[in-house]
């Protein structure tokens, strides 16, 4: 069990750039979430997936963001047309549906994104 | 709507004493209620959750109480060691998949 791993750490952009984040859940978990943090507050919800179906999308997440899970493995969430706004912690979580810990979601190190 | 409340952003503790983190909610269908740990430049941390049906559990040091008329849940940790100092979200489960987080609040331990 290796944990989730995010890449890259670190992400700094100019505005209207496009930027793509990786995410590579533990290996058995079936769920995968989205999340994002700003400072002074708690993660946010963006979106998650179940294998390789997304089946809920925060209204934060707008048509400017989106996210894959091709082969129900890996993430990605893409951002197009960058704002500062969009400058943030985005969180990567996974999760194993079926278990007695299904509830209990365990994040990756997260990816910092700087919009200059 | 802000349904998970940390109102208390910072907390200081002497070291071997008792921290006591407080999290007011305001919707009725969390089924789950857990609490993260989250250092800087990390990721948060599950350290303990809590089923809607529960008024308690514990682990180690760390126990979690719910309230359910209050809508209040609480971690303690006893004793308090320098190794705890970090910020704890207070997060709740609405039947979906999601979390909600809290805001925070920034645990410090002195020595």
């Known amino acids: 069990d290796t944990g989730v791993s995010q890449d890259p750490r670190h992400k700094i952009t100019k505005r209207g750039q496009n930027v793509t984040f990786r995410c590579d859940p533990i290996?058995?978990?079936?769920?995968l979430y989205w999340y994002r943090q700003t400072l002074g507050q708690g993660p946010e919800f963006l979106t998650y997936?179940?294998?390789?179906?997304?089946?809920?999308k925060s209204r934060l997440l707008s048509d400017r963001f989106s996210a894959e899970r091709p082969k129900g493995s890996f993430s990605t969430l893409e951002i197009q047309r960058t704002e500062q706004g969009d400058s943030a912690m985005y969180l990567c979580?996974?999760?194993?549906?079926?278990?007695?810990?299904?509830?209990?979601?365990?994040f990756g190190p997260g990816t910092r994104l700087t919009v200059l | 709507d802000q349904q998970v409340k940390q109102n208390s952003p910072s907390l200081s503790v002497q070291e071997g004493r008792i921290s006591i983190l407080n999290c007011d909610y305001t919707?009725?269908?969390?089924?789950?209620f857990l609490w993260y740990k989250k250092y800087p430049a990390e990721g948060p941390t599950f350290l303990i959750s809590?089923?809607?049906?529960?008024d308690k559990n514990e682990d180690g040091r760390f126990t979690v109480f719910l309230n359910k008329s209050a809508k209040h849940l609480s971690l303690h940790i006893v004793p308090s060691q320098p190794g705890d100092s970090a910020v704890y979200f207070c997060?709740?489960?609405?039947?979906?998949?999601?979390?909600?987080f809290g805001q925070g609040t920034r645990l410090t331990i002195n020595p």
């Open positions: 979580a996974s999760s194993l549906e079926n278990s007695r810990r299904a509830h209990e979601q365990f």
């Open positions: 290996s058995e978990h079936n769920r």
């Open positions: 809590i089923s809607s049906i529960k």
């Open positions: 997060a709740a489960r609405p039947g979906a998949q999601k979390l909600v």
């Open positions: 997936f179940q294998n390789e179906a997304q089946l809920e």
């Open positions: 919707n009725s269908m969390f089924d789950y």
